[in-house]
């Protein structure tokens, strides 16, 4: 310990770097800091939203909010992250991380916090980024899942905030945020490439199907597409190269299902909405299969020890789900559906022993995939590269 002037002890001063060694746990400030942060980025979000509507907003959405209730819930949103950051500050001796949540909500109030005003020039059918989508998203999601994984985790000893946490919630935050443009691109190909494919009697006679019957249809016949699609993602090593940063993930939670590289989304998505597409299925049947295999995509990734007993037969369901991304050997390219396992059945890929994966992630000579969004965006690209300089230098010798 150092001493003052007078011979006292001198405090130590306080530390400001992000990177600490110090305890996570309750009663420590960190559970704070990290809360005053999160809710920061949102009030912030939330404030540039009403600023730049016409750019940071989806034209489907501006006029259903509630703007007094919005306003309402921001306020507390900002008082909140202020309050946790001042007794993340109190309590933590490295202050960076309550002063971060303390200065991103000063910096929303500056800009007009609660109060402020909507830009009147809002226009429609433009480009827009889908930050409010992604804000709606990001608060539904924390909701349900941040809980129901400390209830009832297959995994009580893995936190909230693992590792490569953050990978994930860039992929999450890219996804949502640029919906117009991976909307654009996996529904066109369908729509051009598609429409001569397209019988009148088949698509009059599958919209005549009564709503319930249509939706069995839709998400039977994009399952097994998926299906198809995503066994050839494992089979290809050109389609491989994508879809192992998907398998590159080694925590299993609601956020990990995020990790999906750009060009495997936009294949899937876009070869799944071919047959939807192509039989004619009506738009509520479409809408609900939208939000069931949002739904289903994001549960089954989840950290909770539900195996749903002899209906594990015939519904994806966690167990099933968490085996196709084991690192076992004998769990490798087994259970390729989302929604049904009826496809891995009939085709012999179906693996659902009594127990629960021991470990997760890539296995064998795949645990190449980098860390990080960028990386990760970049390494098929460049571990193609490097193979064809390979292939150039075993031909040379």
Known sequence: MTMNDGGLPRSPRPHLSLQTTQPQAFGHGWISGALSVALGIL?????LCFHFPSWLTMPALRGLYPVPY?????????????????????????????????????????????????????????????????????????????????????????????????????????STLGIQVTSFLTLQPALVLFDWAREPRITSWVESLPLPAQIVGVLLAADFTQYRVHRAFHGFPLLWRFHAV????????????????????????????????VLGFSQSAIVVYIVVVVVQATFIHANVRWKFGPLRRLVATPAFHHWHHSAEPEAVDKNFAVHTPIWDSLFGTYYLPDRWPAAYGLSGGNQDVPAGWFRQFVFPFRRRRKEAEESLHNDEQ
């Open 70 to 174: 919005v306003r309402a819930l921001l306020y507390l949103v900002l008082v909140a992250s202020f309050l946790l950051g001042t007794v993340s500050v109190c309590l933590r001796y490295n202050k960076a991380l309550g002063l971060v949540g303390i200065v991103l909500t000063l910096l929303a109030a500056l800009l007009g916090g609660s109060q402020v005003a909507v830009d009147g020039s809002t226009t429609s059918g433009g480009p827009f980024l889908g930050l409010d989508w992604f804000l709606l998203n990001l608060m539904l999601y924390s909701t349900v899942y941040v809980p129901l994984e400390r209830l009832f985790a297959l995994h009580p000893e893995q936190p909230i905030f693992r590792r490569g946490w953050r990978t994930d919630l860039t992929y999450f935050f890219v």
């Open 246 to 277: 998907h398998h590159s993930a080694e925590a299993m939670d609601w956020l990990a299902g995020s990790r999906l590289h750009l060009v495997d989304a936009i294949v899937t998505r876009g070869t799944t909405y071919i047959p939807i597409y």
């Open 43 to 47: 009030g912030l979000a939330a404030v």
